[in-house]
């Protein structure tokens, strides 16, 4: 990727126009567009501002202005402010969809608590339900279509600060095993009386009275699960890209894409 390419990327990334970068950078559009297009390099005090208002090193910058990037190195260029902003509505994404599936899962409770009397568990079940399934569809609305090619692609990170997202990553890590854990023993200690019961091992008489708290238990330990995993889970695609990017799931969906770009 030239230098020229690189600009327009981080531009386009940005929001940015021709123009308006040009009077960030106390320049003219037509100076942006010769960078862009090949046609000239700008001066080393201006390669720095570009630096500043892209938040990337000189050394990213400058060496694919001047080597080619071989095909193992492509991919897209993911800027700090970009990882960062990725970062905030994935724990908007992970809190929504937590609250949705517990609610979902919490709608069981109204018909045990009741007796499965339909007078009576009805009302609240469709209350509780239309809440989570409220908390599922805002997750539509935290949806940022720039994010979505952070899937699709290998992805490009300023060294240093990949390792700083690799620090963050191993202390989340360390820090929501014990969440995540601790999420998996509730949900397993609400499923196991319901299996019990399916599996004919204990009648159902004898654990009825239990069954609100059972769901309870599932409803939070898929909460607990959902929301700390979703959130790991957005800092490993960052932090371990390149075991990602070799999973087959990725190297399908990229071809299929592909594929739907062709048609």
């Known amino acids: 990727m030239t230098f020229g390419e690189k600009l327009v990327s981080l531009r386009k990334e940005k929001g940015l126009s021709q123009e308006a970068l040009a009077e960030q950078l106390g320049t003219t559009r037509q100076a942006v567009s010769k960078w862009e297009n090949g046609q000239g390099y700008p001066e080393t005090e201006k390669l720095l ?3 500043n208002v892209f938040e990337v090193s000189m050394d990213f910058l400058l060496k694919d202005a001047v080597e080619p990037r071989s095909e193992r190195e492509a991919g897209y260029y993911v800027s700090k402010e ?7 509505y994935s724990r908007k994404y992970a809190r929504s969809l937590s609250f949705g599936i517990f609610f979902l899962a919490l709608a069981f409770v109204p018909y045990y608590l009741f007796d499965r009397d339909v007078a009576y568990y009805l009302l609240p079940t469709v209350i509780i339900g239309t809440i989570g399934i409220g908390f599922l569809a805002s997750t539509a609305l935290f949806e ?17 600060f990949l390792q700083e997202i ?16 601790s999420g998996i023993a509730v949900f397993t200690a609400g499923c196991l009386p319901v299996v019990l019961v399916r599996k004919e091992i204990v009648a159902f008489e004898n654990l009825m009275s239990y069954y609100p708290l059972f769901f309870v238990l599932i409803a939070v ?5 959902i929301r700390h995993f979703t959130l790991l889970e957005a800092y490993r695609l960052l ?20 594929k739907f770009d062709d048609l």
């Open 221 to 225: 330990g898929l909460f607990i699960m």
């Open 82 to 88: 970009m990882a960062e902003g990725y970062f905030v």
């Open 49 to 51: 501002m570009i630096g």
């Open 144 to 160: 940022e279509v720039s994010y979505k090619i952070l899937k699709q692609e290998p992805l490009l990170i300023d060294q240093p």
């Open 239 to 258: 932090a371990n890209n390149d075991v990602y990017t070799r999973r087959f799931g990725f190297k399908l969906r990229r071809k299929m894409l592909k």
């Open 166 to 181: 690799r620090q963050r990553y191993a202390h989340l890590k360390q820090k929501n095993r014990l969440f995540i854990l």
